[in-house]
């Protein structure tokens, strides 16, 4: 049974300089889009009690309330479900969150990036500083507790000193949880044909990170994914779904979703989508191989590392025999951890986390 969705809006008021995600600003299809994700979800959805539910985007937050409801509805949701939805702090005011609030959501996501109103300016983001605190308090009065903000370091004109300020300040407003992001400049955002000045080097952008392990758990959070850092009991269930390579629906434009043997995405284009919702773009049935690279892969971004007993049953193996010069090649430049029950990579082999995983798959 699959207990965990995820559901794509891929609407945006504009997009990000450094955006290259699958989001448009065509705000005015989103009763078109809404449709097509009911009869998506009623296609395919067999009514299983959600572990977790996450609006992701794109700005989940320009749907209306009763967008929302339309199709969760839909849905089998209890008062357990982890109900998460991304939101851009321009976007809403205090009596939006308080009816996402009533409507069962119990976790939000907001977009910060940073807290340098310059650099906001510069990435393209529409809010600014103060709209982020007064939007992280309005949904504390509202009653939420689990609430997380996103950053991106390695932005235009941005310090290691900048950066520390900006998670210092989110330290401050008694959030739960944060997410990193190093910023990557890829095909088909605005920054990969206009490169902007003053951009952090490599060094600077692991300054940046080590700067942040350093900050946040000297502030009781807990590092327990590559770019993820919470108080303790306040780690994201759908994110841990996803690294502890389980199932989920993928429901929307561009939406991913994996069953267990067959991995599969949806139309990338707008309208594509809406015309055929009950159709995947493609399917990929995953050989043994693949689903081991993928547990390999997946289970190396979490702080705890991978637990070779569960590999070797899962699949009939002996990882330490399988991968021994990989294994004594890393233990021996101290990036990678020997554990009671398996391995991880130490905070130095995070930063060259690519060339380790390629090893391994």
């Given at each position: 049974m699959?207990?965990?969705v995820?559901?794509?809006?891929p609407?945006?008021r ?6 290259s ?8 299809k989103?009763?078109?889009?809404v ?5 998506e ?37 209890s ?8 939101v ?33 300016q510069?990435i393209g ?13 309005n949904a ?12 991106i ?9 900048d950066?520390?300020a ?30 902007p000045?003053?951009?952090p ?28 850092f919470?108080?303790e009991g ?18 929307g ?23 055929n919702?009950?159709k995947?773009?493609q399917e990929?049935i ?5 689903k ?14 991978i637990?070779i ?42 930063l ?10």
């Amino acid at each position: 049974m699959i207990k965990n969705v995820y559901i794509h809006i891929p609407f945006c008021r504009q997009k990000c300089n450094y955006c290259s995600f699958v989001s448009f600003p065509r705000s005015e299809k989103i009763p078109e889009y809404v449709h097509a994700l009911k009869d998506e979800i009623n296609y395919f959805y067999k009514g299983e009690v959600l572990n977790t539910l996450y609006f992701g985007g794109g700005t989940p937050s320009l749907l209306r309330i009763e967008d929302f409801k339309e199709i969760t509805d839909l849905l089998n949701i209890s008062k357990s479900t982890e109900f998460t939805v991304e939101v851009n702090p321009e976007t809403v005011n205090k009596k939006y969150l308080e009816d996402l609030k009533n409507l069962g959501v119990n976790r939000l996501s907001f977009g910060c990036q940073t807290f340098n109103k310059e650099i906001l300016q510069i990435i393209g983001r529409k809010h600014s500083p103060q709209q982020v605190v007064e939007c992280v308090q309005n949904a504390q009065d509202a009653g939420f507790e689990n609430i997380s903000l996103d950053f991106i370091y390695g932005l235009p004109l941005q310090t290691v000193e900048d950066f520390e300020a900006d998670l210092e300040k989110a330290v401050s407003l008694d959030i739960r949880h944060v997410s990193l992001y190093g910023l990557k400049i890829d095909k088909g955002c605005y920054f990969y044909s206009h490169l902007p000045e003053n951009l952090p080097d490599e060094d600077a952008q692991a300054d940046m990170y080590l700067k942040a392990i350093d900050v946040l758990t000297k502030n009781n959070f807990v590092h327990y994914e590559i770019s993820n850092f919470a108080v303790e009991g306040f780690e994201s269930k759908h994110n841990l779904n996803y690294w502890d390579n389980n199932t989920y629906y993928g429901f929307g434009t561009g939406a991913h979703g994996y069953d267990g043997h067959v991995r599969y995405n949806n139309n990338l284009t707008l309208g594509g989508y809406i015309a055929n919702p009950k159709k995947h773009a493609q399917e990929i049935i995953l050989t043994e191989q693949q689903k081991l690279e993928e547990e390999i892969f997946l289970g190396f971004r979490k702080m705890c590392g991978i637990d070779i007993n569960e590999i070797n049953k899962k699949f009939s193996i002996d990882f330490e025999d399988m991968y021994k010069p990989v294994i004594e090649k890393y233990l021996s430049y101290e990036y990678l951890i020997k554990t009671s029950s398996g391995y991880k990579l130490s905070d130095a082999g995070i930063l060259i986390s690519n060339v380790i995983l390629a090893d391994f798959i």
